[in-house]
């Protein structure tokens, strides 16, 4: 199995240690199942940095284990048009460009085309209902 998570997902597994985003964070990567990009990885590092206030040594160390842990890909070119935020394009286009499963996120306006290109996107709640 194959799995995009959002940068939302990931944020909320980093700074919550607990919960639904940290279980499923703990469980894509014990079974090799994230898949993830260098757009998501940097984003994630910006509002790590921005929100969270963290050292960048220690964010940076997290985010290498995330990428070493993850399959990465380069996302595929998706048109403009396709979703209301053009900064969700590249999260589509790690799901296309991995053929992943699904993609997991917390975000409106994903969670609202309710599948792309024949993968579905599933809020994390969704996705660990699945899985059980």
Known sequence: ?????????????????????????????????????????????????????????????????????SLRVTPAEVPAEVCRDADDLPVLGTLVAANADCLVTGDRDLLDLGQFRGHPILSPRQFLQRTR
Not at 24 to 50: M, N, P, W
């Open 1 to 69: 199995m194959k799995v995009v998570t959002d940068t939302n997902v990931l944020y909320a597994a980093f700074v919550s240690k607990e919960g639904t985003c940290a279980r499923l964070l703990e469980l894509l990567l014990s079974s090799g199942s994230l898949v993830l990009s260098q757009f998501i990885l940097d984003e994630l590092r910006r509002h790590l940095l921005a929100k969270k206030r963290l050292g960048a040594a220690r964010v940076d160390r997290q985010l290498e284990f995330l990428a070493s842990s």
